[in-house]
């Protein structure tokens, strides 16, 4: 477990947060429930859905970012509920600053941790979090952006926030909007085109060239060379064990896993 500090940001009122200042935060990578989080705390507590969400924005005791999938968007992060995280285009991201309040805040949520609170970390790289004051807690930032729920999402997996007035979209484990192009002007990574894959092929070296390594089925597949790839469709690699860490949807053969910045690839996941 490792101690957060909140991130060189500003809290509501637009004052610097101080540098270095402790949050008294905890990470721990995995979900929540992995960690045996009680029933009805953090993301599991009834008033933490955004559709229950009050005036007063809600502090979960912990929260948990996870990279992964929510109706079209892929990957986008969702909370430990299953309800996606969104980012806004009128906020900053350096320094960390939201300019959502008011009646903006009641239809978009803050995703708040209070202080003394836990974030559990699924697939998503712990330099990627921090946290900027806010309402007496800590307001959630991946990739410097402040995240928030949507008042319209009524169950997990909703994505109904995506591109409402232009400006709000998923987040993507790395800040930026989630289902856009990639030369959409954000970095942000295409949703993929290619039909799914069902079985890869690995070699240890660029080029194509032996020794492989064939993996085929369902689930998080471990692997073991990542020279090169070849595939035919789509399937969605990661950095990390487990399929966690830095991901990329790879859609067709790949003769140098290098140049796409995947040295190392040690998981994968087909998305049939």
């Excluded at 559709?51 to 809600?58: F, G, L, N, R």
């Amino acid at each position: 477990m490792l101690l957060l500090s909140a991130c060189n940001g500003t809290d509501g009122d637009g004052n610097a947060a101080a540098a270095g200042g402790s949050a008294d935060l905890a990470f721990q990578n995995g979900t929540a429930q992995q960690h045996n989080a009680r029933p009805n705390t953090g993301d599991f507590a009834p008033g933490a859905a955004p559709t229950a969400a009050a005036k007063k924005p809600v502090a979960r005791k912990w929260v948990q970012l996870s990279a992964g999938k929510a109706d079209a968007l892929d990957p986008v992060v969702i909370n430990g509920a299953g309800f996606t995280l969104y980012r806004f285009d009128k906020d900053t991201a350096n320094p960390s600053k939201s300019n959502c309040f008011d009646a903006c805040a009641t239809t978009w949520p803050p995703y708040l941790v209070a202080k003394g609170g836990k974030a559990f970390i699924d697939g998503i790289q712990k330099s990627a979090v921090g946290f900027i004051p806010r309402d007496g807690a800590f307001q959630v930032t991946i990739g410097g952006r402040p995240v928030y729920l949507f008042s319209k999402d009524t169950k997990p997996g909703d994505t109904n926030g995506q591109g409402v007035g232009g400006t709000w979209f998923g987040v993507t484990p790395d800040g930026q909007k989630a289902g856009q192009a990639a030369d959409g002007g954000d970095g942000a990574t295409t949703a993929p085109t290619a039909s799914p894959a069902t079985s890869a092929t690995f070699f240890d070296s660029a080029d194509f060239a032996d020794p492989a390594e064939g993996i085929t089925g369902p689930g998080c597949k471990p692997v073991r060379f990542s020279g090169s790839l070849q595939i035919s469709g789509a399937a969605k690699i990661w950095d990390g064990p487990d399929c966690t860490g830095k991901s990329l949807v790879v859609q067709g053969d790949v003769n140098d896993l290098s140049a796409i910045g995947f040295p190392a690839v040690r998981s994968i996941r087909f998305l049939g």
